[in-house]
């Protein structure tokens, strides 16, 4: 299974979570090494990072929940290999898809705990729901921007048909943002009129349980 590498969240515990776009059957993965996630030391190993190519074999199937379930791959841990090759065309016909919004994407699934100034917050889907739990978006540069909410960095975008405050998971954004606060998160992102925006939802927590949807990164 050859994978583009899309998507490197900070996960707890050290952990991370890795998502690709499998090239040959044209969908979402999320590779899973011996059916965990990846371990900050297997991360630098093999330089995962958006646009990384990597072969991988997978190994038994997911006895996880949807919507997880939906992408999540364990493979061999000892399979992996990384090629030289650096995927950079985030917006060419080559690129992974794009859904044309969040609602598109989740359907009558997509809640939200509240709105305020016409942002929607607290986006979620239920635990259980058969749909993506990985999708992406593209839009205008000028419609995404970055604060810092009380201690935690959040992204606001504006897809074209609703605005959604999103907690960011991006492992570049969110270092970017620990060495050098919003300032460094705005010169982390690419130089370009558009972006390829990476949205996953996260495991279910909060009580009740819910997916809460999250910027995993801008490519």
Not at 82 to 106: K, M, Y
Not at 111 to 133: D, I, L, M, T
Request: with cysteine.
């Amino acid at each position: 299974m050859d994978l583009l590498i899309t998507d490197v969240t900070e996960m707890a515990g050290g952990n991370y979570c890795v998502a690709g776009w499998d090239v040959v059957a044209k969908r979402m993965v999320r590779p899973l090494p011996n059916g965990t996630n990846w371990p900050a030391i297997l991360l630098d190993q093999h330089g995962m990072m958006a646009g990384r190519i990597v072969r991988v074999t997978p190994h038994g199937g997911s006895n996880g929940i949807f919507p997880h379930r939906t992408e999540d791959t364990p493979i061999d841990q000892t399979s992996i290999r990384v090629s030289n090759e650096v995927f950079s065309d985030w917006l060419g016909a080559t690129a992974p898809q794009f859904v044309p919004s969040l609602r598109v994407a989740f359907g009558r699934h997509l809640s939200c705990n509240a709105e305020w100034n016409g942002v929607k917050r607290g986006v979620h889907v239920n635990p259980g729901v058969q749909c993506s739990s990985l999708i992406a978006v593209r839009i205008p540069k000028e419609d995404l921007s970055f604060a810092d909410s009380f201690g935690k960095l959040k992204a606001v975008l504006n897809d074209g048909s609703d605005k959604y405050q999103l907690a960011v998971s991006s492992k570049v954004l969110k270092e970017a943002w620990q060495a050098g606060g919003l300032a460094a998160v705005n010169n982390a992102l690419p130089v370009r009129a558009e972006f390829h925006v990476r949205i996953g939802l996260a495991r279910p927590f909060d009580d009740p349980p819910k997916c809460y949807a999250m910027l995993n990164g801008i490519l």
